[in-house]
Antibody, heavy 120, light 109 residues
Framework: DVQLLESGGGLVQPGGSLRLSCAAS????????MTWVRQAPGKGLEWVSG????????YYADSVKGRFSISRDNSKNTVFLQMNSLRGEDTAVYYC?????????????WGQGTLVTVSS | DIQMTQSPSSVSASVGDRVTITCRASQDISSWLAWYQQKPGKAPKLLIY???TLQSGVPSRFSGSGSGTDFTLTISSLQPEDFATYYC???????????FGGGTKVEIK
């Protein structure tokens, strides 16, 4: 079975940094793009960032470009989201998702989410 | 960037009703459209991809249609477990960012 387990969320002060991890199992990790999606409290889904299966292509929402960085370690079946210069509006549940294809596309499996709270 | 607009933002319906949700893209996305269902406190679930292909395990009462800029999700006979929020998404990175629509909440009438 496909499993995605996020970790690394928590409380951080504005301007601070956090690194999220997502450990994947149950599929050939390097064959699929991976994605981070977030959901602020009471709000809708926001696509944040995606990375191709090889790691050669990365994509970012305008709201996080220049502050967040996505990467993956295919030897450890893990995708990361490095979040710098955090703001209050980054407060959200962050979901890791597996894409249907090698390049960024629909997301057929999701983790349970990890909460990031940016507050002083 | 491509914008995705869903309507209505909420709908009240009864068990057994036919429910239709619309999603409009700001530019032509061919059939690169996905639909998700999300229940409170849970991760989203993929229902339909490439506009009309049902994800494995999804009941056949769900269907999707459309291409270009206008798309529709239809629930043919609403069941109690279908009360949830539904999102559409532009689903091809070669066309740009994978933007979600604002969501449609299906509530009990």
């Amino acid at each position: 079975d496909v499993q995605l387990l996020e970790s690394g969320g928590g409380l951080v002060q504005p301007g601070g940094s956090l690194r999220l991890s997502c450990a994947a199992s149950g599929f050939t990790f390097s064959n699929y793009a991976m994605t981070w999606v977030r959901q602020a409290p009471g709000k809708g889904l926001e696509w944040v960032s995606g990375i191709s299966g090889s790691g050669s292509s990365t994509y970012y929402a305008d709201s996080v470009k220049g502050r967040f960085s996505i990467s993956r370690d295919n030897s450890k079946n893990t995708v990361f989201l490095q979040m710098n210069s955090l703001r209050g509006e980054d407060t959200a549940v962050y979901y890791c998702a597996k894409d249907v294809r090698q390049h960024s596309s629909e997301h057929d499996y999701w983790g349970q989410g990890t909460l990031v709270t940016v507050s002083s | 960037d491509i914008q995705m607009t869903q309507s209505p933002s909420s709908v009240s319906a009864s068990v057994g009703d036919r429910v239709t949700i619309t999603c409009r893209a700001s530019q032509d996305i061919s059939s690169w459209l996905a639909w998700y269902q999300q229940k409170p406190g849970k991760a989203p679930k993929l229902l339909i991809y490439v506009a009309s292909t049902l994800q494995s395990g999804v009941p056949s009462r769900f269907s999707g249609s459309g291409s270009g800029t206008d798309f529709t999700l239809t629930i043919s006979s609403l069941q109690p477990e279908d009360f949830a929020t539904y999102y559409c998404q532009q689903a091809n990175s070669f066309l740009g960012k994978l933007t979600f629509g604002g969501g449609t909440k299906v509530e009990i009438k």
